[in-house]
């Protein structure tokens, strides 16, 4: 059996931030890896962490954020079947070795395009920005013209005249595809994109998620999918972690996720996805409850407080993740009989 290719490897990250005198823990204990060319969705309600977990990896974090883990470990397969290692947890979020592997190595697609675009430089030089960044020696031409070649392969008409446009002039989508060109001119090996298709009508988002699906397909990206819309982890992912409140409650392939719903957060989130054939009146089901206050958990699952299957045992301590098949972790104590994992 061929080993598998570990181009990211996670393992125990915590996240704090510094706040009003008091030290909040909002990612916690958070491991996982990703195998060079799939997709890894990271699901869950708006404020479960997601975004701080993959910012917290590329180290673009504010200055009150405490970063602490047992390693986080980039490999590259860039040149050789021998991988380059990076030990990310050992750089500084701004020095050099940190900025010299994002976007050859690392680029980020942000949810909001217009947060992303500079509304006064045509698109084209933000484009070619980074690539001259990293290139040295490589003409602004020389930058232009592969600029426009990207463009080419996102499916945008004109690139010749789109590269010359201003960001106002572009329609959602287009700006979409431009931030994802600025991602993709270094030609990195993981893309992260985090909620690319917020902002957008459901066409632009299918055309997005194609698109996405493409690169990864075509050209071996790897890629994380930063999201909270079920219907677009089934079209893009391989793998899918499932986060409440920093913490992951249950990972594995799509397929467990979504035919083996097994924590209870889960199987809330999968059954209050919006189906065809509603009857009406009918209504959407939804979570019992709220986030709770990140500063007010104690220990337990953070999760106790709006399950219906909770007892007094999940209130007490660390709850522990149970491997219930090969892959398929869940951190309930319901799978307490299955072997304990990190």
């Known amino acids: 059996m061929e080993d598998k290719k570990i181009i990211l490897d996670?393992?125990?990250?915590?996240?704090?931030?510094?706040?009003?005198?008091?030290?909040?823990?909002?990612?916690?204990d958070?491991?996982?890896?990703?195998?060079?060319?799939?997709?890894?969705?990271?699901?869950?309600?708006?404020?479960?962490?997601k975004s701080v977990t993959v910012h917290s990896v590329t180290r673009l974090m504010a200055k009150n954020a405490i970063i602490n883990?047992?390693?986080v470990i980039y490999r590259s397969y860039r040149n050789s079947e021998e991988p380059k290692e990076y030990r990310i947890d050992k750089m500084s979020n701004y020095g050099k070795e940190m900025r010299s592997l994002r976007g050859p190595e690392i680029s980020m697609v942000f949810q909001d395009p217009m947060a992303s675009l500079n509304p006064?430089?045509?698109?084209?030089?933000?484009?070619?920005?980074?690539l001259l960044e990293h290139n040295k020696s490589m003409s602004k031409k020389?930058?232009?013209?592969?600029?426009?070649?990207?463009?080419?392969?996102?499916?945008?008409?004109?690139?010749?005249?789109?590269?010359k446009d201003y960001p106002?002039?572009?329609?959602?989508?287009?700006?979409?595809?431009?931030?994802?060109?600025?991602?993709?001119i270094n030609d990195p090996e993981l893309i992260i994109a985090d909620e690319p298709t917020t902002a957008l009508d459901v066409t632009i988002q299918a055309q997005i998620m194609e698109l996405m699906k493409k690169l990864q397909t075509d050209y071996n990206k790897s890629i994380i999918l930063i999201t909270h819309n079920m219907g677009l982890v089934t079209e893009m992912a391989d793998d899918v972690i499932v986060m409440y409140m920093g913490r992951i409650v249950e990972k594995g392939s799509l397929r467990q996720i979504f035919s083996n719903p097994s924590h209870p957060y889960t199987k809330m989130l999968l059954s209050s996805v919006p189906v065809l054939g509603l009857e009406q009146g009918q209504k959407l089901t939804t979570i019992p409850g709220s986030t709770p206050n990140p500063a007010d958990l104690k220990e337990g699952c953070e999760f106790a407080g709006r399950c219906p299957f909770c007892t007094d045992a999940c209130l007490k301590g660390k709850i522990p993740g149970f491997e219930i098949e090969e892959g398929h972790m869940v951190r309930c104590l319901r799978c307490a009989g299955h072997k304990e994992v990190d």
């Open 30 to 49: 958070v491991s996982f890896q990703l195998e060079k060319g799939r997709s890894l969705a990271i699901v869950g309600e708006s404020g479960c962490g």
């Open 69 to 71: 883990s047992d390693h």
């Open 142 to 163: 020389e930058a232009m013209e592969k600029a426009i070649d990207m463009l080419k392969k996102l499916g945008i008409p004109a690139p010749e005249q789109r590269v």
């Open 10 to 28: 996670v393992k125990n990250l915590n996240t704090s931030f510094k706040s009003d005198g008091q030290v909040i823990k909002i990612i916690k």
């Open 120 to 130: 006064v430089y045509r698109v084209g030089d933000q484009i070619i920005e980074g």
């Open 168 to 184: 106002y002039q572009l329609s959602g989508g287009m700006k979409q595809r431009i931030v994802i060109a600025i991602a993709m």
